[in-house]
């Protein structure tokens, strides 16, 4: 393990921290796309490129778009908009977008430097034998996770959106 391997470590587990302490959720989820990031350039690291790349596609991404998708369909008012000025500031991407530039800096280095091989043997597996191993026997828990989340949007939705209070008409000539 090298210091490159402490570095990136290092940066998921501060960015982790802030995940968990941050009190808004954009700012959490800035650091969550970090330390998503970090563990990507560990598995490159490693020897495993692929698991990089889906590492950064569906975790940093899916999570991300889902975050965003989330916070767009829970429009909770006019406070909303004074919030999301506020969340633009450049004062709030800084620690991010450090950390970020030390992982770039980082996988630029990495992969600049000449291929280590280790000294058992190496076997190359392709994206097509983690697709069959994946949706093979595991078909059914992939399509049931599938739903819970489905249904878990569709939950979020109906508890979040603002009803519209209706009052009838007997009840109106009453209040006044």
Request: glycine residues 8%.
């Amino acid at each position: 393990m090298g210091p490159a391997f402490y570095i990136a470590a290092g940066v998921a587990i501060f960015s982790t921290i802030m995940v968990i302490t941050r009190y808004n959720i954009m700012h959490a989820l800035l650091y969550l796309i970090v330390s998503l990031l970090s563990v990507a350039v560990i598995f490159f690291l490693y020897g495993a490129p692929f698991m990089a790349a889906l590492e950064v596609i569906i975790y940093a991404g899916a999570i991300m778009v889902l975050m965003i998708f989330f916070v767009m369909m829970l429009n909770l008012g006019p406070q909303t908009a004074g919030d999301e000025r506020h969340w633009l500031s450049p004062r709030i991407w800084i620690g991010p977008a450090v950390l970020c530039a030390v992982l770039l800096i980082e996988l630029g280095y990495l992969i600049l430097q000449p291929p280590v091989l280790p000294a058992g043997e190496i076997v190359m597996v392709d994206p097509k034998a983690v697709g069959k191993s994946l949706f093979g026997p595991y078909v059914l828990a992939v399509e049931l996770a599938g739903m819970l989340l489905m249904a878990g949007i569709v939950g979020a939705y109906h508890l979040g959106r603002q009803k519209k209070k209706i009052t009838h008409r007997f009840l109106e000539r009453t209040a006044q």
